[in-house]
């Protein structure tokens, strides 16, 4: 069935491109026409998180070269990023304003879970696919309740298996200390991690520790979990209490296996400020290739977005991983679009976002896909372990897909 | 009393304080309801959301502005009522099962306490000393609905969502005209009872505590209860606006109630017009559509866009919208006397 359909789709493409025309009649909803396709996109370009703003420059830029080559099936992007300044209410306001004024198909990378919670059930009442959204809280995996909604980047749940995972395969004696931040972030993963550790939960984890967003610092849950006995340590933490606690941890003298979250693994944001040489063997999980990583400087994936990045976005910073962000989840959204053809209906993109099997994203870690089912709709769930060399993350050992 | 004799220096006065509306302003009213009314019917449902928006912060607007321009007390924290109230409404709806129409007495009564309460502390506060102490609060707002003791019903950083409501009586008409009605309702109403309650003794007293506090409290004016009772009502009009946002935005979290959100109102006040009742309305139009208009003007620096815009309003009418309008008005009828 799909691969009929697919097989027309490529035939359409390749006669509409070969004929240089795109008479193709197809079937659509708002905001897909024989000549273009509109994607909504919200983002903070202003506010407390406008740095984020960089990852909408980055797909814009993205869809800039896909119309220069000819666009998707001879249609060209017509990509619209609305300035949410990380505000709920202005994120109604514009998802309201791209699906009802400007009649987008879709919205694309709307990024916050506040924002996306806000439009979360708009979105999902007038059918308009919210797709591969940007933030790793596991609420839009729930394809029962809101199938209209996915996310992309691997969920907080999905990262914390990992840990677990290798825990159970590594060290299946260990005695864990966790440390989390109060709110739905924190618990994503405390949860994640238990469910991960399964039965064994009870026995392995032997201290949890929260802190509030507010405290000024973590050094007093860091003692006590120090003192509970463990050998292991899951930081649960965002990049200040991050820093606080990889710091105090080495200060004091405790020497756990310490796995750190991927919201924090940022050298220059993290571990210098906690100190490159108090961070050496801390454990965290990556599924994107660094830029700044001199084992892909011969990749071609690489390559390409080095000449991408050079031609759409001369002057800006490599080593932000914003970019290589914003280049493969872009790249993601125009294969949804090229395999739908040419029926750009709501209900047959969201068909095909949930028919990907192992996809091959540009960028993304050599054994880490984007794979989803109608009942699965969590399109990055491997990942794999890194250690920190004092200088720089270095993988080891194979690609953990949780799930499987 | 007959329309055509000469009005006696009473009702003179009456006029000139606004006491009493004249001729022309009735039918401007009548004029501007009808326009009101009417502009559903003509825009989509997603401008008839903005509206929405726009009314209800009129009434926010208001609220600050009975406490800035009618008793001269500053606040930078009317952001934390506007929460108070949303979050009344969103708790009271969603796991209470409370109708939404009963959430805006009770989140507007909520906050005439709380308001009220936090007016008393701040009466030993003056001028720019209070702007502060209210700031501290707008500032807090967002951290302090993230607290956990609380989350069971805020529902932490992930908030409150609520469902819109529908049309009663099985009217044919689309969940956002019917919220625009509902809101436009509550508008007229609380903007007649600020009309009421300012142009009388009480407007007067707020005027005198406002114009020179000494002197108002010799003439008998109690200054505590009345600047108390002045932040408790203005807190309440702010809190129902909150609570009609959230039944409008039909989602609530910390985020939304930052302290730019306070700012805002301060802005609709000034661009509306101080101490007038219908500069309100202006201040909720400028407050929704200064931004977007600034958007579309440019992509790459909205906010530079946006603080010129206010630099040219309070260039060409440091009075706000309001007085430039009565402006005009008396110029315009200055001259038909004179012609």
């Known amino acids: 069935m799909i691969h009929n359909r697919l097989l027309v789709a490529a035939a359409a493409a390749a006669f509409a491109l070969g004929a240089g025309t795109a008479a193709a009649a197809g079937k659509y909803s708002p905001g897909a026409t024989d000549k273009e396709i509109k994607i909504g996109h919200i983002n903070p370009y202003s506010g407390p998180a406008s740095a984020y703003g960089t990852i909408g420059k980055a797909i814009a830029a993205y869809f800039k070269m896909v119309n220069d080559n000819g666009g998707i099936n001879g249609r060209k992007i017509d990509f619209i990023s609305m300035d949410d300044g990380y505000s709920p209410p202005k994120a109604v306001e514009q998802a309201r304003k791209l699906v009802e004024q400007d009649q987008v198909l879709l919205i694309f990378q709307s990024l916050g879970t506040p924002s996306n919670t806000a439009i979360h059930k708009y979105m999902n009442g007038k059918k308009v696919p919210q797709l591969f959204v940007a933030t790793g809280a596991s609420a839009w995996g729930d394809p029962k309740h809101f199938p209209w909604t996915m996310g992309w980047q691997p969920s907080y749940p999905a990262e914390a298996k990992i840990y677990a995972h290798y825990l159970l395969t590594q060290k299946p004696n260990a005695k864990v200390a966790i440390l989390y931040q109060n709110d739905d972030y924190g618990k994503d993963y405390l949860n994640g991690f238990l469910e991960g550790l399964g039965a064994k939960a009870k026995t392995m984890v032997v201290a949890k520790e929260s802190y509030e967003v507010t405290d000024p610092t973590v050094d007093s849950q860091i003692i006590k979990l120090k003192d509970s006995g463990a050998d292991t340590f899951f930081n649960i933490t965002t990049p200040k209490f991050a820093a606080q606690a990889i710091r105090k941890a080495y200060d004091s003298g405790w020497k756990p296996l310490h796995f750190l979250n991927n919201v924090s693994q940022s050298v220059g944001g993290v571990l210098k400020p906690a100190g490159l040489d108090k961070s050496v063997g801390l454990i965290t999980a990556v599924y994107i290739k660094e830029s700044t990583d001199p084992q892909w400087k011969d990749d071609a994936d690489m390559q390409a977005w080095n000449t991408w990045m050079d031609k759409y976005l001369p002057g800006a910073d490599k080593t932000s991983s914003f970019y290589t962000y914003g280049y493969a989840v872009a790249y993601t959204m125009t294969e949804v679009l090229k395999r739908a053809g040419n029926d750009l209906t709501r209900a047959n993109i969201m068909k095909v976002a949930s028919h990907l099997k192992d996809l091959k994203v540009p960028l993304l870690l050599p054994g880490v896909a984007v794979d989803t089912s109608p009942s699965d709709f969590y399109p990055i769930e491997c990942e794999q372990l890194a250690k920190f060399d004092g200088e720089k993350w270095a993988r080891f050992g194979d690609v953990i897909c949780p799930k499987r | ?339």
């Open chain 2, 1 to 339: 009393m007959d329309r055509g004799m000469k009005p006696d220096t009473r009702e003179l006065a009456a006029l000139a304080s606004g006491a009493k509306l004249s001729r022309a302003q009735i039918i401007g009213l009548a004029m501007a309801l009808a326009a009101a009314l009417a502009l559903p019917w003509f825009i989509s449902d997603y401008r008839t959301f903005q509206f929405t928006l726009a009314v209800i912060y009129a009434i926010a607007v208001l609220g600050l502005n009975i406490l800035i321009g009618y008793n001269g007390q500053f606040s930078l924290g009317h952001g934390a009522f506007y929460a108070v109230g949303a979050y009344t409404a969103a708790i009271l709806m969603d796991p209470g099962g409370v109708a939404y129409y009963w959430t805006i007495p009770a989140a507007g009564a909520v906050c005439l306490v709380v308001g009220f309460l936090f007016g008393l502390p701040a009466l030993r506060l003056e001028g720019l000393y209070l702007a502060l102490a209210t700031f501290a609060l707008s500032v807090a707002t967002p951290q302090l609905l993230k607290y956990d003791a609380i989350s069971k019903w805020t529902g932490g950083v992930q908030g409150v969502a609520i469902i819109k409501p529908d049309p009663p009586f099985g009217l044919e008409i689309s969940q956002d005209r019917w919220l625009y009605y509902f809101s436009l309702a509550v508008m007229l109403l609380l903007f007649v009872c600020a009309w009421n309650l300012l142009r009388g003794r009480t407007g007067r007293a707020l005027k005198a505590i406002r114009d020179n506090p000494i002197a108002a409290s010799a003439m008998g004016v109690n200054t505590a209860l009345y600047k108390s009772l002045t932040f408790g009502v203005s807190a309440l009009y702010t809190g129902i606006a909150g609570a009609l946002g959230a039944i409008a935005i039909q989602f609530v979290a910390p985020d939304s109630f930052n302290l730019f959100l306070s700012i805002s109102f301060l802005v609709g006040v000034v661009i509306g017009g101080l101490a007038s009742i219908p500069g309100a309305v202006f201040g909720g139009v400028v407050i929704v559509f200064i931004p977007n208009v600034a958007e579309q003007v440019s992509k790459a620096a909205p906010w530079a866009i946006y603080g010129t815009f206010l630099i040219l309003f309070m260039y060409f009418m440091p009075t706000g919208i309001w007085g430039f309008i009565r402006m005009l008005y008396a110029r315009f009828a200055r001259r038909r006397r004179a012609g």
